[in-house]
DNA sequence: CTAGACCTTCCAGTGCACGGGAAGGTCAAG
DNA sequence: CTTGACCTTCCCGTGCACTGGAAGGTCTAG
């Protein structure tokens, strides 16, 4: 299979899967006589597999570790299992972020739709923020 | 007050300061005979503003555009509002993907607890991911 | 007089995950 | 024989918000 061939049915862009190739994601394949990539059908399997990785948040680097233990031989799973729980504690971390600063966010617009834009202190960038 | 003061003051660092200077956030300052910058108090509260509006999830680009309308002799509340807004749609959006992404992490780690590495199937990279 | 702490400009690199486009080779259809 | 779709490598650009470092000027204390 070419590499227009697996990226239509990857989904993976051809630019996409040599970059993959270039950092060791994806291995290189054999070539036809003309040069051009010839790819297994596992290399879909393979391609099909970062992108579910990467939906779960595992970024490029992390799913090439995992990638890396596996062609070592080894099962991966505890690794991956590392990544996960790292991964799901960030995410944890993230939202709570995200909710506080969402709820900051409410409070100022609350507050700048009871407000004259008129009382604005002129020598301020603007009263809304900043002094939160 | 030199931009080293300025730096120790605020908490931004000077390169961060030119930096903030060179894409228009901060005015440049007067400069002493010898060329070093020469701050005013203000330039204090200005960077404390940036950092507060980076701190509700502003890019340094909407910051750049709140302080434009300023400097044009606009009270930028209208528009402030509207960033808020709009930042404030895209953290709930944000939210509830992460929300899901972490409910997706929790059930993979519940399963794969579950699971003997034996079982791992030998040409996959890992039966963890890639069939949710 | 010199050390060292500060300042200047300018250029380049970081991390992430690609995308754009040039210059050229290959292959099947018409 | 040519057209057009495909492929190759190569290098540069993107966005964001900085950070690092080189080469040189300035100021103050001892």
């Known amino acids: 299979m070419r590499i227009g061939d697996l990226a239509r049915r990857s989904g993976v862009t051809a630019k996409t899967i040599r970059y993959y190739e270039d950092i060791g ?13 010839d790819y297994e059908p596992a290399a879909l399997e393979r391609l099909a597999f ?7 948040g595992l970024s490029l ?8 233990l596996r062609d070592d031989g080894q099962t991966p799973c505890g690794h991956v299992l590392d990544l996960l729980r790292h991964r799901a504690d960030e995410l944890d971390r993230r939202i709570a972020e995200l909710q506080s600063l969402r709820g900051e966010l409410r409070r100022l617009v609350d507050r700048a739709e009871g407000l004259d ?8 960038v603007c009263h809304l923020i900043g002094q939160a």
Chains 1, 2 share one sequence.
Do not use: F, N
């Open 50 to 56: 970062i992108r579910g990785a990467q939906a779960i």
């Open 117 to 124: 834009p008129a009382d604005c202190d002129p020598g301020r």
């Open 25 to 37: 994601l994806v291995e290189p394949p054999a070539r036809t006589p003309s040069g051009y990539r």
């Open 61 to 68: 680097g992390e799913i090439r570790s995992i990638i890396a």
